[in-house]
Every structure is written in C-alpha cells, then in structure tokens.
C-alpha cells in the first residue's frame, strides 16, 4: 500500500525518536544521510555520535596506525657514488627503445651477429640507448654460437657505457667461463655478484654453476654450492640436484646418488613429481647391476597419465642413461615415440640434446652414417643445431678416421646457417696431418685466417709442428711471418723455430728472426735461444755471428735514445723560442737587457738632480 507523502514524513519522524540501535545498520541507506525534523534533533544527534566514538574508536585508526613523518635527509648527504646501479626494469621497452630492441632481434634471427653487435655499440652514444634486455638478446645469441671472445668484448663496452648488468647479464657470463672450463673465473663472478650486486642471484645461477662444476670434474665444489643455495634460503631445486646425481654417475659414486635422492625427498615433503632425476636414479640403478629396478623407473616415468612431470630434458636423460647402458634398441623407441608427442608449442619433448643424445649413441655403437642422417633431420623437429653440435660429430666422425665424411659434414654447415669455427677447422686440420695430408693441413688452417677467424696460439703451434715433421720447414715459416704480429708467441715458440731453421742450415732466417725479435722487444733472447742458436752457428762456423749482431742492436738503442733526447730538447727550445716571441720581452728578458736598464735609469738620475737642486734651491 501506497504511503501519502504526509504519512511518509510521519513515518520518517518516528524512526528519528526511536533509540538507535548500533548493531543495525542498513544496507545501502545512512541515517546520517537523513535530514532532521527540528535542528535540535540533530544537535541530539550528533552528541550521541561523538559519545559512541569516545567509547569506541574506529576501526581504521587500529589496523593503519597513522605513520610518523620521516625525518628529511639533509641536501648536503649525497647518495655514495660508488654504490651499485640498479639495472633497468622492463618498463623502459617502450617508444624508440623498443624498436630498436625489435630491429636487433630481426638481425639476431637472420643470423646477422656482427651486425647486431655493431648496431648495438652504435646505439650506445646515440639518441636511442639501448636497454640491458637489448645487450642480453645479443650476447645470448653470440653465446649460442660459441662466440665467446666476441661476447666477453661487447660485455666490456656495455660496461664501460655505464649500461647496468642484470641477473641474465651474470649469469651468461657464467655459463661463458664454465664453457670455457674456466670455473674459477665462474666462481669469482658469482662472488662478485653475491657480494655487490643490488640484486639476488636467480635459480638459474646455481643450475649454470651446478652443470659447470660437474662437466669440469669438480663435483665435490658443486655439492659445496648447493649447500651454500639451500643456506641463502632457497628452496632444493630438482635440476640441481640432477646435475649432481649425474655428476655422480660419473665418477661411479652410486650410494651418493640416492643419497642426494633421499635428501631431495625430505626437502620436498616426501615426494618428488619433477621426472628431471629420473635419469640419474637409472644410472644408479645400473651401477650397483639393479637393472630391473632402473627399468621399473624408465616405465614408471614413461606411462601414459603417470604423475611424472616429464620434459625435454627429463627424457634426454632417460635416454643417456638407456644408451649408455646397453639398452640402445630401447633408447631408439623412446625416441621415436618423442618425436611423435612433440607437438609445440603445447607439448616440448625434443630439443637439440635429445639429437645430440642420439648422435653420441649411434656413434658408440658404429653406426655413423646413420647418426649424420638423424642428425640432418633434426628441422623436422624444428629444431636447430648449433656449432657445438656439429663439432661433436665431425670429432666423433675424425676419431674414427672418416675424415671425408667429417669434410662433407663442414660443407654442410651453411645449409643450417652455421659457419665453422675454429674448433671445426682445428679438427680437420689435425686429422689431415694423421692422414698424411699436409697440405690440406696448412689450407684449414689458412681458412681460419681468411675467414678473419683467431686460432690460438695452440693450434698454431699443432700446425707448425706437423709441418716441420713433414719437412716443409719454408711454410712454417710462412706461417710464422704471418702469425708473429697477430698472436703473442712464447718463447717455447721461438726456440721450435730457431730449431727448426738451424737443422736446415737457414741460418740468415734465424738471425733476422732474432734481429726483429730485438728491436720489438716483447720476448726476451733467453739463455736457452742462444744456445740453439750458437749450436746451429757453430756448425757453419760462425758463432760470433750473434754476439755481433746482438751489440749492433744495443748500439742502435743507445743512438736512438740519443737522437730522441736531442729531439726532445730542441722541441723544448722552439716552444720557448715561441713563446718569447709571442709574449713582452720584459717577462722574458736576458740578465744584459736588466742592467742595460738599470744603468740608463741610473744615468737619469743623475741628469735630474742639479735641475732638482736649482728649483729646491
């Protein structure tokens, strides 16, 4: 029933004098908000409210307690300059900066590294600076070829840019010094990162350190690091702890492996889903001769709806383990079988170490024809091999003396957008001098150097060695000339030489060799050179040959010391000279022009002074 609008404003009057009860409140409407009959009413009103708030006081001012006013830092306490820069968040990808992270990553999937290097050092003092994310994606690719030497240069200048390095930042160049078997190198910039950085170190780190340590033999120190992760409060990783039981397997430590086991379960609550250790209880398995119970594992993680949590890697080491292990044939089904569950992106259960699994067990079994076809093969995967890849099977295919198959495999390397480096050429090189072919020794070699590749100074040495055994002394010799001003030779290297020429009597090559070796001055002619030296002289009977030429050249230092110090004085006489000439000469006059000065001042004095007396007088 309908209400009259007098009968309403009767109602609401009475609802105003009723006692107000705290515990009702209606939902979507305030008394408050209800206008009063007469303004005493609602000066009653207000006294009870204030009342009600002595008594209880809201709740707000209990649960945000209000906070003090900070103390304002003085403008004289500047932050510490030397304090670590905090790096770049993700929110800087924006505008400019992300089309030149775009344009970056176009070069990067062309395979077009040099470039993107380059742009990115271009970038850096221009308009549009480049964000660490940018610097990251090019050194993870110039990672991924195995371009180390190009990757540690471009982390310099970044740094030298004043470009902050974030947590991949460290831990690529981690996983470049465990590559390149330098893990105390690996260490030192984990301390460097745990001591100073403005950021903790990530999961990642300790799994690149973990794998690193144990591919270099040093499992001990990487069970050390994973106590030291576990300290720092992070939780017990499964990857960790399946490099370790790996590493493990390696040195034929089969109680450790389930030790670290059971030391995962108690970490994880009793119970272990991730299938990333499975491969490593297996190899344990094997070990102590429990076959049945390593293949009870390989079905219990391999069933359909198991509760096994299985990826790429967990499968890669179930098969390491199979092929290991005389059980290829079962290895070979499992394989099979991932490839065709591999469905990505939804479904990931092969990856390029699933082939290189593979290549290294059809190889263990002799059957190299077979691993270059699967291992061609790998796009139908879409998958990719990367330079590592390809030089563990041309090693494989030259230790097993198919160096022809080895050469073809390198020709091949384009048609995958891999150039070879000079790991590749140093095999084949080294293959051909056990093959007896010199000569194609010498042109691998030569290709590094027209490919503008760097070999080392060790396959260098490899290849003049192999030359001189073969008795082309005149092309080590080439080599050397061509070589002496782009590596820094030992003196190991000089003295092979020196000997090396003297046993073919070319003496006048060795003693312009030490001519030049004199006048540069960055080896030392050691006590151990001379003698070689002397004893190919002696022979030819002109020992004194290299006293002569070695008190030649000091003669020529001290004239040339001379001569530069001459021209080092009469450069100071011309600045002077120039300057006098430029500037008044009263600032730079001799002691003749002051007393020429002093007597003529004199003199008029004494011309003044009767003319001084007659006008006193």
Not at 17 to 32: E, G, Q, W
Not at 197 to 209: C, E, G, K, V
Not at 395 to 414: F, I, K, T, V, Y
Not at 474 to 484: H, N, R, T
């Amino acid at each position: 029933m309908a209400l009259s609008k007098p009968s309403f404003l009767i109602h609401l009057k009475s609802l105003t004098t009723k006692p107000f009860d705290c515990r009702f409140r209606p939902p979507f409407l305030s008394i408050r908000l209800l206008s009063f009959a007469t303004p005493e009413e609602a000066a009653a009103e207000r006294r009870r409210r204030k009342r009600r708030l002595r008594i209880e006081p809201p709740l707000n001012s209990l649960r945000h307690p209000q906070p003090q006013k900070q103390q304002r830092t003085p403008s004289s306490a500047n932050p510490n300059p030397n304090a670590p820069k905090l790096p770049e968040t993700v929110s800087v990808l924006t505008g400019n900066r992300l089309n030149l992270h775009n344009r970056i990553l176009t070069l990067i999937r062309e395979n077009d590294l040099d470039e993107a290097a380059l742009y990115t050092r271009h970038s850096v003092y221009s308009n549009c600076r480049p964000t660490i994310f940018t610097c990251n994606a090019v050194m993870a690719a110039l990672l991924r070829q195995s371009r180390y030497a190009d990757l540690l240069s471009l982390h310099r200048f970044i740094t030298q840019a004043g470009i902050a390095a974030n947590v991949v930042t460290y831990n690529l160049l981690i996983t470049v010094y465990c590559e390149c078997r330098k893990t105390d190198t690996a260490l030192e910039h984990y301390k460097q990162l745990i001591n100073n950085a403005p950021f903790n170190p990530s999961p990642t780190t300790y799994r690149i350190l973990a794998k690193g340590l144990v591919d270099n033999s040093k499992v001990e120190r990487a069970i050390e690091l994973k106590d030291e992760m576990l300290s720092k409060g992070f939780s017990a990783d499964p990857i960790v702890y399946s490099h370790l039981m790996n590493g493990c397997a390696k040195t034929k430590d089969a109680d450790k492996i389930f030790d670290l086991y059971e030391e995962l379960k108690a970490k994880l609550g009793g119970d272990v889903s991730d299938g990333i250790i499975y491969g490593g209880l297996m190899k344990g398995y094997f070990l102590k001769g429990l076959e049945n119970e390593a293949m009870e594992l390989y079905q219990e993680a391999t069933r359909e709806h198991s509760r096994i949590k299985m990826g790429a890697m967990s499968f890669n080491l179930i098969l390491d383990a199979l092929s290991k292990n005389g059980k290829f044939e079962e290895a070979l089904r499992l394989f099979d079988w991932m490839k065709t569950e591999h469905n990505p992106p939804q479904n990931l259960t092969v990856n390029l170490g699933s082939y290189n699994v593979m290549v290294d067990g059809y190889c263990a079994e002799g059957r190299f024809k077979e691993a270059v076809e699967v291992f061609m093969r790998m796009d139908e995967s879409r998958c990719s091999p990367d330079i590592v890849s390809f030089n563990n099977l041309i090693e494989q295919l030259c230790s097993n003396g198919l160096l022809p198959d080895a050469e073809e495999l390198c020709g091949r390397m384009n048609k995958k957008k891999v150039n070879p480096d000079e790991v590749s050429y140093g095999l084949l090189m080294d293959t051909c001098f056990k093959e007896n072919r010199p000569d194609d020794a010498a042109g691998y070699f030569r290709k590094m150097i027209d490919e503008k590749l760097r070999p080392n100074l060790a396959v260098y040495n490899r290849l003049v060695d192999g030359l001189v055994k073969f008795g082309k002394v005149d092309e080590a010799k080439s080599f050397f000339d061509l070589m002496v001003k782009k590596l820094k030779m030992d003196a190991s290297s000089y003295e092979f030489m020196f000997k090396a020429l003297c046993d073919v009597s070319k003496l006048d090559e060795v003693l312009k060799i030490v001519g030049e070796m004199l006048d540069d001055g960055s080896v030392d002619l050691n006590d151990d050179m001379q003698e070689i030296i002397k004893d190919g002289l002696r022979k030819e009977g002109r020992e004194e040959e290299l006293g002569k030429l070695i008190e030649q050249k000091e003669r020529e230092k001290e004239e040339a010391k001379r001569r530069e110090a001459e021209e080092a004085e009469k450069a100071k006489a011309s600045a002077r000279a120039a300057v006098a000439s430029l500037l008044p000469s009263k600032l730079f006059g001799s002691k003749e022009d002051e007393k020429e000065s002093t007597d003529s001042s004199v003199s008029k004095d004494d011309d003044v002074s009767p003319n001084k007396a007659a006008e006193q007088a």
